[in-house]
């Protein structure tokens, strides 16, 4: 059986990368179109679109997590495959009505973006480069018991294999078909080992491997608004994306929100007389993207 490691950009990730060798590695990379967000560096965007394969704009996380991945690829000596689907400009865009394109925003109760930007590429890429049942290793860790077993029970309702609902074809009244598909089963190799976060971090220590100050995207719902108001001001045109974005989404439909009760001007604007430090969070702070 071919092995898989699924890598997000974290330390816990690329902990398994380094120390539990794959078949594969694959990193899916979240794209935007926003020029206002363009990685900085021309030369690293070019090496960027050739391994996506398809012109790389800018990322809606950290921008530090691009280096993270060519230098964890150089550190364990092993080729990472990028995969990336639709731009996160692309995935809130859901349809049309009346002409106009209408901006419906994934959430904590509908994580489409995790489906369509991380889940549905690494899919794909499966499909069209292994077609066979892999064993896909899960950054949690040895406190993370109970996440493992949530996925542990949706793979068991298929026979212990985790699936993906994919497009296989055309009906006759031209409407898409689609099937569960099979195609991984997921382990756990550091609650197998438990390895606990600091094991981590100190593994990492003067290794020459630079991780982002949080994973996933700078505007992700998971987090909450004092950390949000946090990343407004370390990544203010990263965060205007997800200001800019709910303001369309909120003239389409009522309460079309990231973040139920509230806004991301609003909590941009918010806790004007607290002074926030890199050091006041904590890695529950840092999102959670579903993987």
Sequence with gaps: MKTVNSISGGQTSAYIAANYPADYNIFALVTTDDIKCQYPD??????????????????????IIIKTILDL???????????????????????????????????????????EMKIEPIFEFWKKNIGEITETRIGFRANETS???????????TNGILTFKSIVGKSDNGRNKWKHIPYQIPRFPLIEDNI??????????NKPVEF????????????NPVVLKHMSDRHP??????????NQGMK?????NWKQG????KIRSSFKQMELFDTDFNECDSGYCGL
């Design 42 to 63: 021309a030369k690293v965007r070019q090496i960027v679109s050739d391994k996506i394969g398809k012109e790389f704009i800018g990322t809606l996380e950290e921008d």
């Design 252 to 256: 389409h439909f009522t309460g079309n």
């Design 237 to 246: 045109n990263k965060y205007q994306w997800f200001v800019d974005t709910e």
């Design 73 to 115: 690829e150089q550190f364990i000596g092993t080729k990472i495959d990028w995969v990336s689907g639709k731009s996160f400009d692309e995935q809130v865009k859901r349809y049309k009505l009346n002409g106009e394109i209408k901006i419906h925003l994934p959430s904590v109760m509908r994580r489409t973006c995790t489906v």
């Design 196 to 205: 606990y976060k600091d094991s981590i971090v100190e593994f990492w220590k």
């Design 212 to 223: 982002a100050y949080m994973n996933n995207c700078v505007g992700c719902f998971h987090r």
């Design 262 to 265: 509230m806004t991301y001007e």
């Design 147 to 157: 996440r493992a077993n949530a996925m542990i029970e949706r793979a068991n309702e």
